[in-house]
T-cell receptor, first 114, second 115 residues
Framework: ETGVTQTPRHLVMGMTNKKSLKCEQH?????MYWYKQSAKKPLELMFV???????ENNSVPSRFSPECPNSSHLFLHLHTLQPEDSALYLC?????????????FGSGTRLTVV | AQSVTQLGSHVSVSEGALVLLRCNYS??????LFWYVQYPNQGLQLLLK??????LVKGINGFEAEFKKSETSFHLTKPSAHMSDAAEYFC?????????????FGTGTKLQVIP
């Protein structure tokens, strides 16, 4: 399978639940990203992993916890979320900085917090 | 610091008409520039990219963009709109940073194609 795959595509969770979003890439990329896309807001960069090391955390609340066990997989662990966390969560991957090919995005997980 | 400004959050064109989506950038270094397209409930898909080779860049689905350094612009065009072009389009600028690509996205322009 090629490209970036995100699962699940849709997720409804209560505020007390714990769930995880999964992202997988088979492109040989060595950087992976989590973005949040809310209605009427610009894309928000949440986390960046380069060579499995977290290199950027854009003031994201601790109820979001990323994990990158290897260069092909990225997780976003969710717990005690708020309704305002409902959004489309996008995973992307890319080559290192020296090869500017842009990002490859997954199809996203549509998260609804009830 | 880099930034991108997309003029017009919504653009409507008739089917068969010219599509013009505007993007201006700011970058302290020679920029890498991109256009992405997003269909409903999908991720973003790369349309085209400028990486300092030819200033006129051709992408998928008949789109192209021209890099104009003097105007700090990277507008996206398509000669004849098709119904399937209805989507949201994002302009983006990138610079390398510490082993990964730091991409800044514009706020997006929704393209409506009227039959």
């Amino acid at each position: 399978e090629t490209g970036v795959t995100q699962t699940p595509r849709h997720l409804v969770m209560g505020m007390t639940n714990k769930k995880s979003l999964k992202c997988e890439q088979h492109l040989g990329h060595n950087a992976m990203y989590w973005y949040k896309q809310s209605a009427k807001k610009p894309l928000e960069l949440m986390f960046v992993y380069s060579l499995e090391e977290r290199v950027e955390n854009n003031s994201v609340p601790s109820r979001f916890s990323p994990e990158c066990p290897n260069s092909s997989h990225l997780f976003l662990h969710l717990h005690t979320l708020q309704p305002e966390d409902s959004a489309l969560y996008l995973c992307a991957s890319s080559q290192a900085a020296g090869e500017v090919g842009g990002y490859t995005f997954g199809s996203g997980t549509r998260l609804t917090v009830v | 610091a880099q930034s991108v400004t997309q003029l017009g959050s919504h653009v409507s064109v008739s089917e068969g008409a010219l599509v013009l989506l505007r993007c201006n950038y700011s970058s302290s270094v020679p920029p890498y520039l991109f256009w992405y397209v997003q269909y409903p409930n999908q991720g973003l898909q790369l349309l085209l990219k400028y990486t300092s080779a030819a200033t006129l860049v051709k992408g998928i689905n008949g789109f192209e963009a021209e890099f104009k350094k003097s105007e700090t612009s990277f507008h996206l065009t398509k000669p004849s709109a098709h119904m399937s072009d209805a989507a949201e389009y994002f302009c983006a600028v990138s610079e390398g940073s510490g082993g990964y690509q730091k991409v800044t996205f514009g706020t997006g322009t929704k393209l409506q194609v009227i039959p």
